[in-house]
């Protein structure tokens, strides 16, 4: 992966926001060596002229098979998956859910497609009956990544990180904790 270039597609957060978020973790876009190029498709939208009368789901698929050509990316990230139902209206979004997954899939790279859920939606004491996906499609992807919040103590709260699906591949299922100290990292137990 070290070396393999990257899309960011944002639909919300305008660019110079989003760089500056991550510049607060200590990420910077320079220090990518070029391998890394955010899209702030809303903000793209709104300056080109006659954009507001094509599809959102077409402007995201023209903008990404475009830049492939110029830009050859490994890994597709879209921030987010609940902007892109809305802005796009999706009239049947299982159809059209089944429909963008072909087409990532198409595209031969791998995709973050990332979204939020409610947290009466991730099963509460019994996680067999979660639900991960919005229209319960999440059986149409690969994998399936879970971060949360979760309660730690009387005052405390902690991230922590589950590989809920993950295709072809044996892994644990439970939580970890999400470390954020001078970069993230994953750990076992909980800290």
Not at 111 to 118: K, N, S
């Amino acid at each position: 992966m070290n070396g393999s270039r990257g899309l960011y597609v944002s639909l919300e957060q305008g660019r110079a926001s989003l760089i500056d978020h991550t510049e607060g973790l200590g990420y910077r876009l320079d220090d990518t060596n070029g391998n890394l190029s955010v899209l702030d498709l809303g903000t793209l939208r709104k300056k080109l002229k006659g954009s507001a009368d094509q599809p959102w789901l077409d402007l995201f698929k023209l903008y990404t098979q475009g830049i492939r050509k110029s830009f050859d990316y490994r890994f597709l990230v879209l921030d987010s998956l609940d902007a892109l139902e809305i802005l796009a209206k999706f009239g049947e979004p299982r159809r059209e859910m089944f429909s963008l997954i072909r087409w990532l899939r198409d595209l031969k790279c791998t995709a973050f497609l990332l979204g939020e859920l409610p947290t009466d939606r991730t099963g509460g004491a019994d996680p067999r009956r979660a639900a991960y996906a919005k229209h319960k499609e999440d059986y149409l992807v690969d994998g399936i990544l879970h971060l949360r919040l979760a309660r730690q103590g009387e005052f405390g709260m902690q991230r922590q990180l589950r590989v809920v699906k993950m295709r072809g591949t044996r892994h644990d299922t439970g939580y970890h904790a999400l470390v954020f100290d001078n970069g993230f990292r994953v750990t076992r137990g909980f800290a």
